[in-house]
């Protein structure tokens, strides 16, 4: 009998000649998985399970995981103010995870005897299909012909066609991941440190021309909407500012970091959503948080966002950082007011009812209502004293 294998399937170049080549040269039985992180419309999943089945799969089948990836992960990013490197929104890092896992769940479900996925050996995913499917609970076969055989796209493109698919040249040219969290965008322009992306490479063109201004709200640290539109759910709410933001360009640009694996890699993005509403919560923990709830988390949201993009998300210590990072949102309340211009956005703004800068005590660089001049000379003199007594004791003017 055929082996039976889950190919976790994503429509692309990568996973098309896996199914080709595994069925039509390796004799697998290969069910083919498509794992929707909010990234696909209707009519590209009926496109990509005709491709599947065409190209020899034995079944097809798609799972929505979108609003699990929201509650699960995505909620933590923003109540983190989570950015790779200060850049990055980790859009592949974080929906990576959720992906293989739900492909090896799936597999020990129909009790097939591997996994498939269609990473190269020079990136990050590699490390994280690999590392989810291990702790699937199941002993599972790992099949990764692109890794194996070192394949140029060109290679695969050149295959594809030998069998009667003809692959279209952008999508040949570019490696694109779309998600509910943005898009991400390689060629080889992003194989060279000095060049840009082409316009044309980009998912969605800019058509914006003038401001515009939009108002967004957050309810205990959780993005909510925008403007006076009621939305069903965070995840609808996220899709609609997407929508309305990304034909300004805005949240494009090009990430440099170091994998997994110790190389560095570039990668360009594309995540308006994303973008704005980190910015736009880190602004309004600014108004609403204190001192020191500001720096634990800095310190603690940078490290979840490394063990995320490391593929770590399973590991207990990552339940623990997000039980912190929820506790600091309860006061995270209120309205963001931004503009958007082409390729950029200002935040004007907030308006909350627990702003810490209105609190009367007084106007930095204006008045001081809560304290006297005496009593700051008193408090300076006082915190003056562990200097005074190094200077003492060393001898120092």
């Not at 995505?74 to 929104?89: A, E, S």
């Not at 931004?338 to 660089?365: C, E, K, Q």
Request: aromatic share 10%; glycine share 10%.
């Amino acid at each position: 009998m055929k082996k039976k294998i889950v190919l976790a399937y994503s429509g692309g170049l990568d996973t098309s000649y896996c199914i080709k080549y595994l069925t039509a040269e390796a004799g697998y039985e290969v069910h083919a998985l498509t794992v929707d992180t909010g990234g696909f419309a209707d009519d590209e999943i009926q496109e990509m399970e005709a491709r599947a089945l065409s190209l020899g799969a034995a079944s097809y089948r798609r799972e929505d995981v979108t609003e699990s990836y929201y509650r699960e992960c995505l909620r933590y990013l923003v109540y983190g103010n989570c950015l790779r490197y200060q850049t990055y929104p980790m859009s592949v890092s974080a929906e990576r995870m959720f992906q293989a896992m739900s492909v090896a769940r799936y597999a020990v479900a129909i009790d097939a005897d591997g996994v498939a996925h269609g990473s190269t050996g020079a990136g990050n995913d590699q490390v994280r299909f690999d590392l989810a499917f291990e702790l699937s609970g199941k002993t599972l076969e790992i099949i990764t012909p692109i890794r194996d055989m070192q394949l140029s796209r060109q290679q695969e493109v050149d295959y594809l066609a030998q069998h009667g698919l003809v692959w279209p040249e952008k999508k040949g040219k570019y490696s694109i991941n779309a998600g509910l969290w943005g898009t991400s965008v390689g060629g080889t322009e992003t194989l060279t440190s000095h060049q840009n992306l082409p316009e044309s490479a980009w998912p969605v063109p800019v058509t914006a021309t003038g401001p515009r201004e939009i108002d967004l709200h957050f309810a205990a640290g959780e993005f909510t909407g925008f403007d006076d539109q009621k939305f069903s759910s965070p995840v609808a709410a996220i899709k609609a500012l997407e929508a309305l933001a990304a034909p300004y360009g805005i949240g494009r640009d090009i990430h440099v970091g170091d994998t997994i694996i110790g190389i560095k890699g570039r990668v360009g993005f594309a995540a308006a959503a994303a973008m704005l509403i980190i910015k736009s919560h880190h602004l309004l923990e600014k108004h609403t948080l204190g001192k020191w709830q500001l720096f634990w988390k800095e310190q603690l949201a940078n490290w979840y966002g490394m063990m995320l993009h490391e593929g770590q998300f399973l590991d207990p210590v990552m339940r623990d950082v997000e039980a912190f990072l929820e506790s600091s949102q309860g006061t995270v309340n209120g309205t963001v007011h931004v503009t958007l211009h082409p390729h950029r956005f200002v935040l004007n703004g907030i308006t909350s009812p627990n702003d810490l800068l209105g609190a009367g005590f007084g106007a930095y660089g204006e008045a001081n209502e809560g304290w006297s001049g005496d009593d700051v000379r008193g408090f300076t003199k006082i915190l003056s004293v562990p200097g005074r007594i190094r200077n003492s004791v060393n001898q120092q003017p």
